[in-house]
Every structure is written in C-alpha cells, then in structure tokens.
C-alpha cells in the first residue's frame, strides 16, 4: 500500500483528511461507507464530505480519540476504496466538534476576520468546516457542520436467529445489517480477512446477507473478527449458514 508522508509535520489529532475518493459515489454511499469500514478502529463523531466540486474525491473522518485516528491512518493507508487507494493525513483544521468539545471553538465570523487580520490564506487543504458553513442552511444551528452520523435515527433489520445453529462452514449468515447496506460495503468490509470469494444480499430480504469464503477456517477468522460489528447503529448478528 502507498505512504503517505506527513512533509508538513500535521500533529496527530482526531479528524483524518482522505482525498483520491472515487468521485461517481454519491455522498450519501460515500459517507456509510468511509462509516463502516473505519468505524472498526473506534467510536466515530462524524463523517464530513460534500458535493461541490472543489470538494469531490475529499472526506473528513473525525474520532473520539487521537489513538484511534493514528491507527486507522496506518492500517487504512492505500486502502483500495471504490477501486481506488485512499490517500489518509492528519487534518489541518480542527473541526468544529472538537473545538467545542474542548473549548476552543470559534465562531466562524470571528475566526475569519482573525485571519484576514493576519493575512493569511489556507492552501492544499481545505477546511472542511468551511466547506459546509452555508451549505445547508437546516445545520445553520451547528455552524453548517453536518450532524453526526450517531445522531441520525436508523431503523435496521431485526435479527432472525436460527432455530438451530449451522455447523461451521464455508458460508456466513450476516443479520441486522442497515436496509441500505450495499454489496460493495460488505465486501470492503470482509474483504480485509483472506480468502473471501463472494458476497450476496437477498433484495426481497434487507437485512441480511450470505458472505462466502473457499473454506470454514478463513470464515471463522472473519466472523470471530467481525461480530458485532457496528454498520451505523446496527450490530452485525454473524453465524454459519446452513445448507
């Protein structure tokens, strides 16, 4: 996977810059994916990415905590998203979230008459906060930051436990998965434990999926791996298929 080198020495702090997305994702995929697959490094505030032009191929994964966010940069680094690697650094800008989390947070009329003041101009990056300010007037109350995905209400699939458990095998049974989980989200997601072949969701059935790997032991790392995985507030049900 390619490195990225930190030439500008951004210290490390909670919110990720990923740019090289693919950009024929609409946002909203965009968004539950990025969700998914680096949710598993710790508790996620928020996924940021917006429509502009100046701002496709370019999201904003902002964590709980600096550790998380370190560990997520080095083992998502060249991550093939959407056929295409991501590229992780540290965010410049301190998000909105944060600052108010830790007291730093300054409007955002305020802050931009200190720069003007100093004559300063953001390159390269963009702050993401300032991407949405006035974007969407509905988040106007949160100085046009989106909400968290943690705080959008989501009603997934009800787990169906099977009357009797399956012996282990090749194939996993996936529950409660969101109804708009995609085929391409659950593979991204399995596909970080060797040996997958194949992913299918039943559409008359949301909420569940069959996830194939060539044999029962490449299948129980997956499973062990990812039980109760969280795919927005939905945790994954994982067992053996029966055949």
């Known amino acids: 996977m390619a490195e990225i080198s930190q030439a500008d020495e951004i210290p490390p702090n909670m919110t990720l810059y990923i740019n090289n997305l693919n950009e024929k994702i609409k946002i909203d995929q965009l968004k539950k994916s990025l969700h998914a697959v680096f949710s598993q490094f710790g508790k996620i505030?928020?996924?940021?990415?917006?429509?502009?032009?100046?701002?496709?191929?370019?999201?904003?994964?902002?964590?709980?905590?600096?550790?998380?966010?370190?560990?997520?940069?080095?083992?998502?680094?060249?991550?093939?998203?959407?056929?295409k690697e991501m590229r992780i650094k540290y965010a410049k800008t301190k998000s909105d979230i944060i600052a108010k989390a830790d007291g730093t947070f300054v409007p955002r009329e305020k802050r931009k008459r200190h720069e003007e003041k100093g004559g300063k101009k953001r390159k390269e990056q963009l702050d993401p906060n300032q991407a949405s300010a006035g974007l969407n007037p509905a988040y106007a109350g949160a100085y046009g930051a989106t909400p968290p995905l943690s705080q959008l209400p989501y009603l997934g699939a009800r787990p169906i436990v099977p009357e009797a458990p399956a012996p282990p095998n090749n194939i996993l049974f996936v529950q409660n998965l969101p109804h708009d989980a995609t085929t391409m989200m659950l593979q991204m997601l399995f596909n970080q434990y060797p040996g997958l072949k194949d992913v299918r969701t039943v559409e008359t059935k949301p909420g569940i999926a069959f996830v194939e790997y060539e044999n029962e032991m490449q299948s129980t790392v997956a499973m062990q791996a990812l039980q109760g995985f969280k795919i927005q507030q939905n945790q994954m049900l994982i067992t053996y298929a029966k055949k």
């Not at 505030?45 to 370190?70: N, R, Y």
């Open 45 to 83: 505030l928020d996924v940021l990415a917006f429509k502009t032009l100046k701002h496709k191929g370019q999201a904003w994964v902002i964590f709980e905590d600096v550790s998380s966010a370190t560990n997520a940069l080095r083992r998502m680094q060249g991550f093939p998203f959407y056929d």
